[in-house]
């Protein structure tokens, strides 16, 4: 790669900022001080230094979003605001992002963005059993029947039966801080993800979700510092565990 590109990739810099300081003489590779602005470098194998600090290669970033209502799971959309669209200009040019997996138009919470292709499609294989939480309000209380019809892998319509999924009340912390209004709810802990699968699985046993809500994925929980529409950056410790969860 090209010396001025891993340069603005590591800090953050604009392709032309990063020239300027590579003319001026403050860049190191491997200890040598390089004012070539295209030379190539590995950017597994070197040791970068700007004005004496050591920078490190990120080869992927990782962003957890809190999706708001209203807006879609998608790079691009002609008619409503992309997930995407949420992040700052900055964020958005540092790499080509795109969402893990699709949540719908109306869902909200744990939304993870990436340029990591390899994990973000482990992530969202059933095969991985990733596990995915929701928290859903719903038109009525489940019931034990319920619980079984989702730990058994139910026919949910023509075209899906369900892999076994967890459905369970919600702890009084949980409910609090979910539903402060009131209402029927319930978490549910599924390891696929097909078109609207929980509204799916909860209509199947003739209940409806009002609203949905992802908790966590892949062991990593939603941030509960995030309201609607904010993201962060993933700590170092949860790509671990998010590459962990599918690891087999
Ligand atoms: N299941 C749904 O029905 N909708 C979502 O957004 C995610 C899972």
Do not use: W
């Amino acid at each position: 790669m090209r010396l001025d590109k891993l340069l603005a990739e590591l800090t953050g810099m604009t392709r032309s900022q990063a020239r300027d300081v590579i003319v001026k003489g403050i860049v190191c590779v491997n200890g040598e001080v390089k004012k070539v602005t295209a030379e190539q470098v590995k950017e597994e194998d070197v040791v970068l230094t700007l004005d004496g600090k050591e920078l490190t290669f990120q080869r992927y970033v990782y962003y957890m979003l809190n999706k708001p209502a209203g807006t879609v799971s998608a790079t691009q959309d002609k008619e409503s605001k992309t997930v995407l669209s949420l992040l700052s200009a900055e964020d958005r040019k540092r790499r080509n992002l795109f969402p893990v997996g699709r949540l719908d138009k109306d869902t909200e919470g744990l939304l993870f963005l990436t340029d990591d292709g390899i994990l973000s499609h482990k992530l969202i294989s059933p095969k991985k059993h990733a596990d995915k939480l929701y928290f859903a309000k719903l038109s009525r209380e489940i019931t034990k029947e319920d619980i079984a019809a989702f730990a058994s892998g139910m026919k949910v319509d023509e075209e899906l039966t369900a892999m076994p999924a967890v459905l369970r009340t919600l702890t009084e912390e949980e409910y609090a801080a979910f539903l402060p209004e009131g209402g029927a709810a319930a978490a549910v802990t599924l390891q696929e993800g097909k078109f609207h699968q929980v509204k799916r699985m909860f209509a199947a046993t003739g209940n409806e979700v009002l609203y949905l809500k992802r908790m966590a994925m892949g062991g990593v929980v939603l941030d509960e510092a995030l309201l609607p529409g904010e993201y962060r950056e993933l700590t170092n410790e949860e790509v671990l565990v998010l590459q962990k969860s599918v690891a087999e």
